[in-house]
């Protein structure tokens, strides 16, 4: 299984980045998708997450500002980022929970990451 993360970059405080997460691998079926981000010297956090029926849950930092949305055809992952600051510069992990057809069960599985960086 792979999870191909992209969309990070350079932008200026106030503006807006929209990350995209995409699934493959022989995969049976994605329950949640998530996005964690690991800031310098800091512990990795999760920003928001996504049920396969919808359901979202966002840290408190970013509640308002981030906007989690999932396509189950496509098995992508989204998080629309605005009103970017300068404390949200990171590298943001996709995470996902998914049924492989080679295992009995779910496991947590990782991207590689994307760097977003807030500076003007």
């Known amino acids: 299984v792979q999870l191909q993360a992209s969309g990070g970059g350079l932008v200026q405080p106030g503006g807006s980045l929209r990350l995209s997460c995409a699934a493959s691998?022989?995969?049976?079926?994605?329950?949640?998708m998530n996005w964690y981000r690991q800031a310098p010297g800091k512990q990795r956090e999760l920003v928001a997450g996504i049920s396969v029926g919808g359901q979202t849950n966002y840290a408190d930092s970013v509640k308002g500002r981030f906007t989690i949305s999932r396509d189950n055809a496509k098995r992508r992952v989204y998080i629309q980022m605005n009103s970017l600051k300068p404390e949200d510069t990171a590298v943001y992990y996709c995470?996902?929970?998914?049924?492989?057809?080679?295992?009995?069960?779910?496991?947590?599985?990782w991207g590689q990451g994307t760097l977003v960086t807030v500076s003007s």
């Open positions: 691998g022989s995969i049976l079926a994605i329950n949640s």
């Open positions: 995470n996902a929970h998914i049924l492989l057809a080679s295992r009995t069960g779910y496991d947590y599985y």
